[in-house]
């Protein structure tokens, strides 16, 4: 829902800069429905909904950044790193995985460059 919504916002103002950092976990996750053992099947719609808003990032020529905030439990680290970088992959943005409070300076700069190298002309 969040890509769709910056989406929608950058179409609506021309004038705004077409940049999205999204900053989270990298779980997409539907109301209560976050059971480990059930989590695909219970989010495969929002988790697609997610990979294809990803794709419409990068057609719309959106310069996108993915913050992610480590997952440290055991059974979600995986997920939640697979599904950061899909959407990353998909949107053709860059991932940084944010492991400490000390990297999100670091990745939000690293993440400025690339925007200022990557804005379209």
């Not at 294809?52 to 990068?58: E, G, I, S, Y």
């Not at 944010?98 to 200022?116: K, P, Q, Y």
């Amino acid at each position: 829902g969040c890509l769709s919504h910056c989406r929608r916002m950058l179409r609506r103002d021309p004038d705004r800069i077409p940049v999205v950092i999204l900053i989270g976990d990298g779980l997409p996750v539907q109301g209560d429905r976050a059971g480990i053992y059930l989590f695909r099947e219970n989010n495969s719609q929002v988790i697609d909904g997610s990979y294809h808003q990803a794709r419409m990032v990068a057609k719309d020529r959106i310069v996108f950044t993915f913050l992610q905030f480590a997952e440290e439990r055991y059974l979600w680290k995986d997920l939640a790193d697979e599904t950061a970088g899909m959407i990353t992959h998909e949107a053709r943005g860059s991932l940084h995985r944010i492991s400490s409070v000390d990297d999100v300076g670091r990745a939000l700069l690293d993440a400025a460059r690339r925007m200022r190298d990557d804005m379209p002309v």
